[in-house]
C-alpha cells in the first residue's frame, strides 16, 4: 500500500501541550518531517530555547540541550564548534531570539555559524503571559502596552528576515507562515533549506515563522489564523536570501 | 643564597626584558626565581619596573619591601629604590642619567652600600645599539653576582629571542659583554 | 625523556594545564589581565585540531561553553571579575543541566569596573554561588605557575568526575608574574560520557539535557541531587599545612597573597615565633575538616589570622569551620594595597603580643 501520509518518525507520539489555535504544534510537526525526509534524526542536537517551546524536548526524538533565554545560537555555536559532524538547529520564540538573545543571534549569523534557527514570530511573549515583545506591532495590545504598541515610544518591529539577509555569511534568509495549506508546503521547504544551508557547509540557516497566538491576541483559531493575514503587511512573507538553491543548481549543472 | 633585585627605570629602557632575562638564566643556573613586571599604566613612558627574585630555596613572596640588589636605569628610580635597599645592598646606576654629584648625602649612601656606576646607555649607544642599555647592565650584573655563567646566559638570550629576532643574538651579546668588561676593568669584585 | 623546564606567566600555566588535558575547545571575550590566555589558546589549540573562538561577550562565551560540553567535549573559558559577573547566568545552567565545564577567574579590583590590580574580591561570587538557585562550583585556588598547570589540568578530570563546573580562582599577580614550570605529564582521567553526552541518537533512544521542572516535586529531586554531589566532593578537598601542635597562631590564606603570608610565617619561625600557616585550595569545599582537627590537636588556645586581598571573606567561612572555638582575625588589603611580608609579619606580632598580654 502507498502512503502519502504518516506519522513523521521523529515526533514524539505525546500529546502537545500548546493552546488550541498556537502553530508551534504545526512548526514541531513540519520540523520533524524535515529531519526525517534529510535522514539526520541520529545526528541532530536540538537547542531549546525558553518560552513555549521551551518543552521542545518532550516532542522532538532527537538530542536537546536546553540553553537559557536568549542565548541558543550561542550554546548552538558551541555544540557545532565541537561537534561539526552534528546538525545543530535552535528553536526560539521572538522574545528570545529578537530581543534578550539579539546579540547572540546576530553574531552567529554575523559569523555564519553552521547552524540552523528556527524563529516562530508570534508577536507576544507567550509563556510569560502575552507582555510586548520587539516584533509587537504598533497599535497591538499586549499586557505590558494595555493601550495599544506606540511606536513613537516603543519603534516599530524588526524585520529579521531581512536584517539577517543582509549578512555576507548567512546563506539562508526566509519569512514564512502556516495559516494555509500552501504555506505550510512553502514552510516546509523554506525549513527543509535551512537545513540544507548547514548540511552543506554554506553557511547561517534562518527561518521566521508568524504563527499565531490566540490566547494572547485574545481572538479565537480562526480569527488569529486569518489574522496572520495582517501581519504579512508588516513581515512580509518570502525567501530574502537562498545560496542553497543555487549551490543545489549549480551542481546538478556539474 | 637569595638575591632580591629591581630593575627600574622608563618605560622603553628595556627593564621588563631585562628581568626576564635574568630570570629565564637564573632558571637555567638551577635557581628558583619569580619574575613580576608591574604592569599597567607605569608600563608607559612613566617609571617601570620589576622584580626578580633568585634563590636557592622555594620562594614564597614574590614581592620584597626591601631589596637587596638594585639595577637603576634612570633618576626617578634612584629616588625611588636606593632608600628602599637592604643593609650593604648592591646597585648597578645607569652614570648617564645618575651623577653623584646630583644626589643628597652621596657620601653617606656610599658607606651603607655598594654602588657601580655605569654608563649603560652610552656603551650600548657606542655598539649603535642605543636600545641596548638594558644587556649592558646585565652583562655588569654577571660580572658581580656570577649568578648564572656565560653559557647559561647565551642559552637563556637565544630561548628569549623569539625565532624572528634570531638576529639581535650576536648585538645583544656584545652589549652584555660591554657591561661586563666595564665592571671587571673599573670595580674589583 | 627528559621533562622540560620552562619560565611561564601563571596564566600560561593554566592554559598549558588546559593543553595537557586535552581541552579541545575554548571560547573567551578580551579582559585585562587574562588576555595572554585566549592569545595562547588561539595560537595553539587550531595546531592541535582544537577550536578557539572569540565570543561576542562572555554572555555568549558561556553558553557556547555550555553548547560543547553538551556534546562531551573537554572545553573552558577564561575571564576577569567584570567578565565573570557577565557569566554568572550561564553559570547556574551550567551548574544544572550538569555539565563538566572549566572556567578560570583571573582576579582583578572591583566592584564595578575596579580597576586591573591583583585582587581576591571574588571569593564569594566563586564560592558561595555566582548565579541564582542552590548550586556550587568545585573552586581550586592555585598559588603558583606549577599548581595553576596541575590544578588545571585537573579541572577537567574532577569536572568529568562530578558532571559540575570547575572554577579556577586565580589573580593578577599569579597570572602575570613568571616562574619556572616543570611541564610534567601529568595523569588526567577520562570519565565516560555516553550515558549522557549529547552526540546524535546513532544506535540509542535521543536524550536531553534540561534545567526546567515545573513540577515541584522533579525540582526537589534535582536539588537534592545536587546536594549529595557537593557533600561528594569533600573527598577531593586540597589544602597545605604547615603546623606544629605548639603554635598558637594560624594564619590562613588562599592564591597569591598565600605566598606573601607565608614568607612572613617563616621569617617569624627563625625569629623563634610559634606560628602556623595554613592554605586552602579547594575553596569549596571548604576544608573545614583540617581546621577543625588543627584545634584539636592543640595546646594552646588558638587565634586565626586571614589576609585577604579584600575587605574580609573567605574569613567567613573561616568561622564557620572554626565554630566559635578561637578567635579569627581579618587582614584585609583591598585592591592595589598588596603588603609586604614585613606587613604582614607586624599583624601577626600585634596578635601574639595580645595573646601573651592577656596571659598577664
New interface residues.
Partial sequence: MLKFFEFPKSLKNTRFHYCPGCHHSIAHRLLCEVIDELGIQDKSLGIASIGCSCFLYFYIDVDIVEAPHGRACAAATGAKRARPDLVVFTYQGDGDFASIGFNESFHTALRGEKITAIMINNTVYGMTGGQASPTTVPGQKTTTTPEGKDPQYLGYPPKIAEILATLESVAFSARVALNTPKRIIDARKAIKNAFLAQINNLGFGYVEILSACPINWKMDPVSANKHIDKLTEIFPLGIFKDKVSESLKSKKGD | MKLELIISGFGGQGVLFAG?LI??AS?IANY??????V??PEMRGGTCNCTVIISKKS????????PSFLIIMNYPSFIKFVPKLKKAGSAIINSDFVKPENIEDFEKLEKKYKFYFIPVSSLAESLNTPLLANLCAIGAFYQITKVFNRKQFEKALKEILSKGKAHLFEPNLKAFELGAQYIKKNYKI | MKTK?I?VKGVEAIALGALEAECKCYFGYPIT?QNDIPEFMARELPKRGGVFLQAESELAAINMLLGACATGTRAMTTSSSPGISLMCEGFSYIAALELPAVIVNVMRGGPGLGG??ASQGDYFQAVKGSGHGDFHFLVLAPYNAQEAYELTAKAFELAEKYRNPIMILSDA?LG?????LVLKKLKIKKYPKDDWALTGAKGRPSRFLRSLFLDAQELKEMNIKLMKKYKAMQKDIKFESDISEEDNIIVVAFG?IA??A???V?NLREKGYSVGYFRPITLFPFPEKPIKKIIEKAKKPLKFIVPELNCGQMIEDVRLAVEGRASVISLPYPPSV?P????IEKEIKKCLNSLSSRKV
Avoid at chain 3, 602575570?176 to 619556572?180: A, L, S, T, W
Fill in positions: 626576564n630570570a629565564q632558571m628558583n626565581v619569580t619574575y613580576l613586571p604592569y599597567g620562594i614564597a613572596s614574590p614581592i620584597v619591601a626591601r | 623546564k619560565l589581565p586591573i590590580e599577580i602575570q608574574m613568571k616562574e619556572p597569591s605566598r606573601i607565608k614568607e612572613a617563616n598588596i609586604f611580608p614585613e606587613e
